[in-house]
Protein backbone atom coordinates (compact mmCIF):
# COMPACT_ATOMS: atom_id res chain seq x y z
CA UNK A 1 0.00 0.00 0.00
CA UNK A 2 1.26 3.42 -0.62
CA UNK A 3 2.48 5.42 2.55
CA UNK A 4 0.87 9.00 2.90
CA UNK A 5 3.99 10.76 3.57
CA UNK A 6 4.78 14.66 3.22
CA UNK A 7 4.97 15.93 -0.41
CA UNK A 8 7.08 18.74 -1.45
CA UNK A 9 5.34 22.35 -2.78
CA UNK A 10 8.74 22.86 -5.03
CA UNK A 11 8.81 22.31 -8.57
CA UNK A 12 4.59 22.08 -9.34
CA UNK A 13 4.07 23.33 -12.92
CA UNK A 14 2.50 26.83 -13.23
CA UNK A 15 -0.79 26.90 -14.26
CA UNK A 16 -1.88 23.18 -14.50
CA UNK A 17 -3.85 21.34 -12.33
CA UNK A 18 -2.05 18.57 -10.44
CA UNK A 19 -3.98 15.33 -11.11
CA UNK A 20 -3.29 12.87 -13.68
CA UNK A 21 -5.32 9.88 -15.59
CA UNK A 22 -2.80 7.00 -15.12
CA UNK A 23 -5.44 3.94 -16.58
CA UNK A 24 -2.66 3.68 -19.41
CA UNK A 25 -0.33 2.58 -17.44
CA UNK A 26 -2.48 -0.21 -16.41
CA UNK A 27 -3.98 -1.06 -19.43
CA UNK A 28 -0.22 -1.41 -20.64
CA UNK A 29 1.04 -3.75 -17.59
CA UNK A 30 -1.78 -6.15 -18.78
CA UNK A 31 -0.15 -6.48 -22.03
CA UNK A 32 3.21 -7.02 -20.63
CA UNK A 33 1.24 -9.35 -18.43
CA UNK A 34 -0.11 -11.33 -21.09
CA UNK A 35 2.62 -10.94 -23.10
CA UNK A 36 5.11 -12.73 -20.96
CA UNK A 37 2.63 -15.73 -19.74
CA UNK A 38 2.04 -16.39 -23.39
CA UNK A 39 5.85 -16.65 -24.59
CA UNK A 40 7.07 -19.39 -22.85
CA UNK A 41 4.39 -21.74 -24.02
CA UNK A 42 4.81 -20.30 -28.03
CA UNK A 43 8.68 -21.03 -27.46
CA UNK A 44 8.22 -24.57 -26.18
CA UNK A 45 5.15 -25.31 -28.80
CA UNK A 46 8.34 -25.49 -31.31
CA UNK A 47 9.15 -28.31 -32.76
CA UNK A 48 12.83 -29.25 -32.27
CA UNK A 49 14.28 -28.68 -35.60
CA UNK A 50 11.83 -26.37 -37.36
CA UNK A 51 13.69 -23.37 -38.36
CA UNK A 52 10.85 -21.62 -40.18
CA UNK A 53 8.59 -21.61 -37.01
CA UNK A 54 11.27 -20.77 -34.83
CA UNK A 55 11.92 -17.65 -37.09
CA UNK A 56 8.23 -16.58 -36.00
CA UNK A 57 8.24 -16.88 -32.40
CA UNK A 58 11.88 -15.48 -32.17
CA UNK A 59 10.47 -12.41 -33.66
CA UNK A 60 7.97 -11.54 -31.20
CA UNK A 61 9.94 -12.11 -28.17
CA UNK A 62 12.78 -10.10 -29.42
CA UNK A 63 9.44 -7.51 -29.62
CA UNK A 64 8.33 -8.49 -26.03
CA UNK A 65 12.16 -8.03 -25.03
CA UNK A 66 12.52 -4.73 -26.59
CA UNK A 67 9.28 -3.10 -25.08
CA UNK A 68 9.70 -4.16 -21.86
CA UNK A 69 13.42 -2.61 -22.13
CA UNK A 70 11.38 0.54 -23.18
CA UNK A 71 8.75 0.75 -20.79
CA UNK A 72 11.56 0.72 -18.39
CA UNK A 73 13.83 3.00 -19.96
CA UNK A 74 10.59 5.54 -19.99
CA UNK A 75 10.00 5.39 -16.35
CA UNK A 76 13.34 5.66 -15.59
CA UNK A 77 13.74 8.38 -17.82
CA UNK A 78 10.59 10.20 -17.63
CA UNK A 79 8.61 9.52 -14.16
CA UNK A 80 11.13 8.26 -10.67
CA UNK A 81 12.98 11.11 -10.23
CA UNK A 82 10.31 14.06 -10.75
CA UNK A 83 7.93 11.31 -8.98
CA UNK A 84 10.33 12.21 -5.72
CA UNK A 85 10.45 15.41 -6.05
CA UNK A 86 6.86 15.70 -6.31
CA UNK A 87 6.34 13.55 -3.16
CA UNK A 88 9.19 12.91 -1.07
CA UNK A 89 7.48 10.19 0.80
CA UNK A 90 7.43 7.94 -2.09
CA UNK A 91 11.16 8.02 -2.50
CA UNK A 92 11.24 4.23 -0.66
CA UNK A 93 9.08 2.95 -3.30
CA UNK A 94 10.86 4.71 -6.31
CA UNK A 95 14.21 2.78 -5.01
CA UNK A 96 12.38 -0.39 -5.11
CA UNK A 97 11.40 -0.14 -8.27
CA UNK A 98 14.60 1.20 -9.29
CA UNK A 99 15.75 -2.18 -7.75
CA UNK A 100 13.63 -4.08 -9.26
CA UNK A 101 14.09 -3.03 -13.16
CA UNK A 102 18.18 -3.58 -12.10
CA UNK A 103 16.71 -7.05 -11.38
CA UNK A 104 14.74 -7.45 -14.80
CA UNK A 105 17.08 -6.19 -16.78
CA UNK A 106 19.54 -8.68 -15.66
CA UNK A 107 17.53 -11.30 -16.17
CA UNK A 108 16.86 -10.04 -19.73
CA UNK A 109 19.85 -9.78 -20.14
CA UNK A 110 20.55 -13.95 -19.38
CA UNK A 111 17.50 -15.01 -22.18
CA UNK A 112 18.32 -12.67 -24.73
CA UNK A 113 21.46 -13.87 -26.17
CA UNK A 114 19.45 -17.09 -26.64
CA UNK A 115 17.27 -15.52 -29.21
CA UNK A 116 19.03 -15.68 -32.61
CA UNK A 117 21.06 -18.56 -31.60
CA UNK A 118 17.81 -20.64 -31.30
CA UNK A 119 16.23 -18.59 -34.67
CA UNK A 120 18.98 -20.47 -36.78
CA UNK A 121 18.97 -23.92 -35.06
CA UNK A 122 15.79 -24.58 -33.56
CA UNK A 123 17.17 -26.78 -31.54
CA UNK A 124 15.10 -27.86 -28.54
CA UNK A 125 18.01 -27.98 -25.60
CA UNK A 126 18.46 -23.90 -26.63
CA UNK A 127 14.48 -23.41 -26.96
CA UNK A 128 14.05 -25.04 -23.18
CA UNK A 129 16.81 -22.18 -21.85
CA UNK A 130 14.80 -19.74 -23.73
CA UNK A 131 11.30 -20.81 -22.49
CA UNK A 132 12.94 -21.30 -18.64
CA UNK A 133 14.55 -17.91 -18.83
CA UNK A 134 11.21 -15.98 -20.16
CA UNK A 135 9.51 -17.56 -17.48
CA UNK A 136 12.27 -16.26 -14.77
CA UNK A 137 11.17 -12.35 -16.06
CA UNK A 138 7.89 -13.64 -15.91
CA UNK A 139 7.82 -13.94 -12.48
CA UNK A 140 9.99 -11.15 -11.70
CA UNK A 141 8.05 -9.06 -13.38
CA UNK A 142 4.47 -9.73 -12.14
CA UNK A 143 5.52 -8.95 -8.89
CA UNK A 144 7.16 -5.97 -9.97
CA UNK A 145 3.94 -4.81 -11.60
CA UNK A 146 1.36 -5.11 -8.34
CA UNK A 147 4.01 -3.40 -6.61
CA UNK A 148 3.95 -0.59 -9.30
CA UNK A 149 0.54 -0.32 -9.43
CA UNK A 150 0.16 -0.61 -5.53
CA UNK A 151 2.49 2.45 -4.33
CA UNK A 152 3.39 4.31 -7.34
CA UNK A 153 0.55 4.51 -9.43
CA UNK A 154 -1.58 6.51 -7.30
CA UNK A 155 0.77 8.90 -5.86
CA UNK A 156 1.57 9.04 -9.66
CA UNK A 157 -2.20 10.01 -10.29
CA UNK A 158 -2.06 13.00 -7.80
CA UNK A 159 0.78 14.47 -7.73
CA UNK A 160 1.66 14.80 -11.48
CA UNK A 161 -0.34 16.79 -14.13
CA UNK A 162 -1.62 15.27 -17.30
CA UNK A 163 1.25 16.86 -19.82
CA UNK A 164 3.95 15.55 -17.53
CA UNK A 165 2.59 12.30 -17.40
CA UNK A 166 1.88 12.06 -20.99
CA UNK A 167 5.83 12.43 -21.68
CA UNK A 168 5.85 8.61 -20.81
CA UNK A 169 3.91 8.05 -24.08
CA UNK A 170 5.68 10.87 -26.29
CA UNK A 171 8.71 9.16 -25.32
CA UNK A 172 7.96 5.30 -25.19
CA UNK A 173 6.67 6.05 -29.12
CA UNK A 174 9.86 8.06 -30.16
CA UNK A 175 12.01 4.89 -29.22
CA UNK A 176 9.56 2.35 -31.02
CA UNK A 177 10.27 4.75 -34.24
CA UNK A 178 13.97 4.88 -33.47
CA UNK A 179 13.99 0.82 -33.11
CA UNK A 180 11.33 0.25 -35.94
CA UNK A 181 13.97 -1.26 -38.70
CA UNK A 182 15.38 -3.66 -35.84
CA UNK A 183 11.48 -4.69 -35.04
CA UNK A 184 8.67 -6.89 -37.20
CA UNK A 185 6.99 -4.65 -40.38
CA UNK A 186 3.44 -5.36 -38.43
CA UNK A 187 5.23 -3.29 -34.80
CA UNK A 188 2.78 -0.60 -35.20
CA UNK A 189 0.15 -2.54 -36.28
CA UNK A 190 0.50 -5.22 -33.13
CA UNK A 191 0.74 -2.34 -30.41
CA UNK A 192 -2.47 -0.86 -31.33
CA UNK A 193 -4.30 -4.06 -31.94
CA UNK A 194 -2.87 -5.29 -28.18
CA UNK A 195 -4.28 -2.02 -26.56
CA UNK A 196 -7.53 -2.56 -27.74
CA UNK A 197 -7.87 -6.32 -27.24
CA UNK A 198 -7.34 -4.99 -23.08
CA UNK A 199 -10.79 -2.89 -24.22
CA UNK A 200 -14.00 -5.04 -24.11
CA UNK A 201 -15.47 -5.35 -27.81
CA UNK A 202 -18.66 -3.25 -27.34
CA UNK A 203 -16.64 -0.36 -25.84
CA UNK A 204 -13.89 -0.17 -28.09
CA UNK A 205 -15.45 2.20 -30.55
CA UNK A 206 -16.33 4.68 -28.08
CA UNK A 207 -12.50 4.18 -26.65
CA UNK A 208 -10.79 5.16 -29.77
CA UNK A 209 -13.31 8.14 -30.67
CA UNK A 210 -12.13 9.22 -26.70
CA UNK A 211 -8.36 8.36 -27.53
CA UNK A 212 -7.52 8.24 -31.00
CA UNK A 213 -7.47 11.26 -33.62
CA UNK A 214 -9.78 10.89 -36.49
CA UNK A 215 -6.61 9.86 -38.41
CA UNK A 216 -5.18 7.29 -36.37
CA UNK A 217 -8.75 5.49 -36.10
CA UNK A 218 -9.17 5.71 -40.34
CA UNK A 219 -5.43 3.64 -40.70
CA UNK A 220 -6.20 1.51 -37.71
CA UNK A 221 -9.63 0.67 -39.72
CA UNK A 222 -8.26 0.09 -43.45
CA UNK A 223 -5.00 -1.33 -42.56
CA UNK A 224 -3.14 -1.51 -38.96
CA UNK A 225 -6.19 -3.94 -38.16
CA UNK A 226 -6.00 -6.32 -41.23
CA UNK A 227 -2.49 -6.65 -40.30
CA UNK A 228 -2.45 -6.91 -36.39
CA UNK A 229 -4.96 -10.19 -37.23
CA UNK A 230 -2.52 -11.26 -39.73
CA UNK A 231 0.43 -11.03 -37.31
CA UNK A 232 -1.49 -12.73 -34.60
CA UNK A 233 -3.15 -15.37 -36.68
CA UNK A 234 1.04 -16.20 -37.82
CA UNK A 235 1.80 -16.44 -34.20
CA UNK A 236 -0.95 -18.43 -32.89
CA UNK A 237 -1.45 -20.38 -36.66
CA UNK A 238 -4.84 -20.21 -36.45
CA UNK A 239 -5.83 -20.37 -32.95
CA UNK A 240 -8.06 -18.42 -31.83
CA UNK A 241 -6.21 -15.56 -30.27
CA UNK A 242 -5.91 -15.64 -25.90
CA UNK A 243 -8.07 -12.80 -24.24
CA UNK A 244 -5.99 -10.62 -22.41
CA UNK A 245 -7.39 -10.89 -18.65
Known sequence: MVTKLPSSSED???????GCDTS???????IFRWLYRELPGLVRAVPDGDVARADVVA??????FYALHLHHETEDVVL???LVERSPGCAPHVELMRMQHAQVAAELHDVEPLVEPWRTSADAATRDRLAAGVERVRDTLIGHLGHEEAD????????????????????ARKGIQEARKELPRDVMAIQFGLMLA????AERPAWMKENLPAPVRLLYTLLLKRRYERAMGELYEGRPVPPIP
Do not use: F, K, N
Not at 198 to 201: A, F, V
Open 12 to 18: RPAGEPL
Open 24 to 30: DLIQVHR
Open 59 to 64: DYASMD
Open 80 to 82: WDR
Open 152 to 171: IVPVAGSVLTQAEWDEMGEH
Open 198 to 201: TIPE
